[in-house]
């Protein structure tokens, strides 16, 4: 009896340290937070594992970026449990890039957006980075970014 509970423990142990098992839990954790925040009626969906809400509408900019244009932008990247991986507001700077550097979830919902404006935006790891993750960033990770969009730069 004694070395079958060892036996079914290391078992365990080792499913539960088993790293494919993990990327498919956070896939599948990704996949239930987005399917959750349709349940909300202020989020819109771009495309499958792309959502944003609206926190600030600029009415007063029509320009929208193009992925060649250079834009300038504050980001607040949070995991699904809230905590920050990366915050240009923390670091007291807005990011100025070219839009097409960035990951293609950020490409899609930003040139969507126009000069002024604010939104929270949902993306689904195959939109973001996937099974490889960053050292902040868990594989399979939905990411979720507060993004206002300061101005944009088209490619002379």
């Known amino acids: 009896m004694k070395n079958i509970c060892i036996t079914l423990g290391l078992v365990i142990l080792m ?3 088993n790293p494919e098992s993990n990327l498919e839990i956070n896939l599948q954790q990704s996949e239930i937070f987005l399917e959750n925040n349709l349940l909300d009626s202020n989020v819109v969906e771009i495309e499958p594992g792309l959502q944003y809400v609206v926190l600030e509408s ?3 900019n029509t320009m929208m970026p193009k992925l060649s244009d250079t834009i300038t932008a504050d980001f607040h990247g949070t995991l699904m449990d809230g905590s920050i991986f990366w915050s240009s507001i923390e670091i007291g700077e807005p990011l100025t890039i070219q839009l097409s550097q960035l990951i293609p979830g950020c490409q899609k919902a930003i040139s969507q957006m126009k000069v002024g404006d604010k939104w929270k935006v949902y993306i ?3 939109l973001a980075y996937g099974e490889e993750g ?3 960033i868990p ?3 939905a990411l979720t970014f507060d993004i206002t969009l300061h101005s944009v730069e088209p490619i002379s």
């Open 15 to 17: 499913t539960s340290c």
């Open 124 to 126: 689904h790891p195959n």
């Open 139 to 141: 594989p399979n990770a």
């Open 134 to 136: 960053r050292p902040t």
């Open 58 to 60: 600029s009415q007063e």
